[in-house]
């Protein structure tokens, strides 16, 4: 294994640099591409984080709605915390810093904080796929939440991202083609997605609720109450007849968030982290676009829904996850 080849921070590079690489940008680490400045922050998490089994752990492949969710859990989990909705923290601060990234927020930071000091439960968030867990999460009994979306429109929504936060300016094509191919951020797409549903099917003791950004968007009252049973704090006939379930959706939904000064005009910025990006920081207006299901309608020709249809089919077929 990687860091077994020498001192860690050596081996780090060394190992890294040694990857397959699409531009530089990403590394086929395990047979997922990696953003390439995030893999040290993801081989010190594997190596580093100690799970605990009171710990949730959000999973999204990203634009699946991870600053939607990551509202959602932090709402739900601290709703006797915040009992004065006017001062939530949601309202002046973009959720992503509420609910870190562990290999991005955290492990790629010179100075990781001291986690035991987080206060029980933990509320984490990765973009990793289910294999590239660390051990000590894929032992334990700590609770992963997984959200993921309608592969055509996740796939817009990032090329719209992309685009605007890191400037390229690849056409819809080509990143379409390279998505068809498995070579997208934390991609395969599809790999990513099993990778959380075969330990479902399969029985495994693993803790995992399997939720779709799209499913949240047409029943959100049923499936915010599925969140809370999975996490072990059901809403009480005293919220539900105080409307605390409206209450919490109306908060993290996507006009209220997307409208709020400090999602409209503020900046995601860590003047530490490794990436350049991180340090001069992302506006976070760029993690609020739409927020509906089904726009890809609006971008792709017949020949790109065959196409991904047709993969689709093929790696979902017999699992019984459809999209
Ligand atoms: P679109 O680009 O399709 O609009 P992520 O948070 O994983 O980066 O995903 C971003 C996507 O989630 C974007 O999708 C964004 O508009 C949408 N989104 C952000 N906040 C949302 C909310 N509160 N409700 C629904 N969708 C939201």
């Known amino acids: 294994h990687l860091e077994e080849n020498g001192p860690h921070q050596e081996c780090k590079d060394v190992c890294i640099s040694s990857l397959p690489k699409e531009k530089s940008q990403l590394s086929l680490y395990d047979g997922y591409w990696i953003p390439t400045w995030s893999m040290p922050g993801v081989l010190a998490f594997q190596k580093y984080f100690q799970a605990r089994e009171t710990d949730i752990l959000l999973v999204t492949p990203p634009k699946a709605g991870t600053t939607w969710f990551k509202a959602i859990l932090f709402a739900l989990v601290n709703r006797m915390r915040y009992l004065d909705l006017q001062e939530h923290p949601l309202l002046t601060n973009i959720s992503h810093a509420l609910v870190p990234l562990l290999d991005v927020d955290i492990y790629n930071k010179k100075k990781v904080p001291d986690l035991n000091s987080f206060a029980s439960p933990r509320l984490f968030a990765t973009h990793l796929p289910f294999d590239l867990l660390p051990t000590s999460v894929k032992g334990s009994s700590c609770k992963i939440v997984y959200v993921c979306r309608n592969p055509k429109d996740n796939f817009v929504s990032l090329w719209h991202f992309m685009n605007r936060v890191y400037s390229t300016t690849n056409s819809l094509e080509e990143d379409f083609d390279k998505f068809c191919r498995g070579v997208s951020l934390y991609g395969p797409y599809w790999d990513h997605v099993l990778s959380y549903w075969k330990p479902i099917i399969e ?116 699992t019984g996850l459809k999209f």
């Open 203 to 318: 029985k495994q003791a693993q803790k995992i609720l399997f939720l779709k950004y799209e499913e949240m968007k047409e029943q959100p009252t049923t499936h915010l109450k599925r969140i809370a049973e999975f996490l072990e704090c059901p809403f009480s006939p005293e919220e539900d007849a105080k409307g605390t379930i409206n209450d919490i959706l109306q908060l993290c939904s996507f006009d209220n968030l997307s409208n709020l000064d400090v999602n409209k005009s503020g900046k995601w910025r860590f003047p530490e982290h490794n990436n350049t990006l991180f340090r001069q920081g992302i506006d976070h207006a760029s993690f609020f676009r739409k927020g509906n299901s089904g726009d890809w309608v609006n971008y792709f020709t017949p020949q790109m829904t065959e196409r991904l249809d047709h993969i689709i089919e093929e790696k979902f077929h017999g």
